[in-house]
C-alpha cells in the first residue's frame, strides 16, 4: 500500500473517481535505489475505458521508509533484519 497524498486544493471529487477505477502508478523506480520521490503521476482507468492522470504526492519521505516499502513494511524489514543474524 503506497502512501499517496493530494496535491493541495485536490480531492477524489475533483478527478470523478467513485471508488470503482483501476489505478497505475508511474514514477516508484527511484525507490527501488533508496531514493525518494516527492510526487508520482496516476493513470486512471474507469470502468467504461475512459482515462484520466493526475499527480500526487508520495508520502515516503526518508530514504528509511524508502526502504521499510521496499521490503513490505516494517514488520518484514525487521523480520528480514531478525533473520539475517
Known amino acids: 500500500m503506497l502512501p499517496l497524498q493530494y496535491l493541495p486544493g485536490d480531492s477524489a471529487q475533483t478527478y470523478g473517481l467513485d471508488g470503482t477505477e483501476t489505478f497505475d502508478i508511474l514514477g516508484l523506480d527511484p525507490l527501488n535505489r533508496g531514493d525518494t520521490v516527492p510526487r508520482v503521476q496516476v493513470n486512471v482507468t474507469r470502468q467504461n475505458g475512459d482515462?484520466?492522470?493526475?499527480?500526487v504526492r508520495l508520502r515516503i519521505d526518508t530514504p528509511t521508509e524508502a526502504e521499510y516499502y521496499r521490503h513490505g513494511g516494517v514488520l518484514n524489514f525487521v523480520l528480514r533484519q531478525l533473520a539475517q543474524q
Open 51 to 55: 482515462q484520466a492522470q493526475f499527480e
